[in-house]
């Protein structure tokens, strides 16, 4: 037979069940400040915010010009060192020029190792024979640009504001997977001394070409809206040397002997294909005279600036 309660527990309970309608709206009024604080407008000048994708937590490093007036986002992708901030402040005389909102994510080797970040996160296991296995969608890196980009136009409180994209290095190989396999509606890519590209044939086994992928993802009509896209691929004539940082897989050497013969061979390639079939052909080769691969000197160019017109 159970016990009665005593009469100082009961009045525990009722002090306690007294309390949970106080709890309850602290902590709806919590989670609206924090909803609240997240929706926020972008900081005029350099700022920093975090912003939460999939659960996941991105740092991102932004500009916003004074005199800002509703111009396009421009996502600005890093090079192996995961210099976001860097990359962020090497983009803002394009931002004050063309009015740009920049944003700079950083994305850590420890999360997003070359597999995923270099080479989008579609296959993970990138040595097997026969066809690959496709990570879902979702969780590619194409996607998790679109999702920071949508973050930061509802931040804005401007849902259809434009996006481009401009990445150089580990920053430009992505986008070169970006563009191939990732739906988008960007305003312009410029791929800036990537590594590696993503050839235009079923030949090359990905991450270097659309071979070994499933068809819908590898066909003519995957090929003509690669080819079909403004594209700029923006090449330091000076970046001609072989350092440690070099893709030099079988693959990759197969591209060229450097990051400036790799850009022209693959445009060269694009070019012919879309010529042979009579498919529209939206790329463009800019190069940066005596720039080698920096960064900072690539982004600060004239070429640059053309390569991303209002």
Known sequence: MRRPASPRLIEQRRRAGSNIPLRLAAWLICAACATAAQAEPLAVGKGLRSISIGGEAIELHTYKPPQYAGGPILLVLHGLGTNAPGYRDYAIPLADQQGFLVIAPLF??????????????????????????????????????LDLIEAVRSAEGKPDLPYSLIGHSAGGQTLSRFAAFVPHQAKHIVIAN????????????????????????????????????????????????????????????????????????????AQQLARDRGWAFNWRLIEVPDVGHSARRMFGSTQALAALPD
């Open 108 to 145: 850590d080797r420890k999360r997003f190792p070359a597999w995923r970040y270099q080479t989008g996160g579609i296959v993970r296991n990138q040595r097997v024979e026969g066809e690959f296995t496709v990570e879902p969608e979702a969780q590619w890196m194409g996607r998790l640009f």
């Open 194 to 269: 990537p590594s590696t590209w993503v050839w235009p044939s079923r030949e090359e086994r990905f991450p270097f070409g659309f071979g070994g992928l499933p068809a819908k993802m590898a066909d003519d009509a995957a090929l003509q809206r690669y080819l079909a896209q403004q594209l700029t691929l923006l090449l330091g004539t000076a970046d001609i040397g072989r350092d440690a940082d070099l893709n030099v897989s079988a693959g990759a050497e197969r591209q060229g002997a450097n990051r400036l013969e790799r850009g022209k061979n693959a445009f060269g390639a």
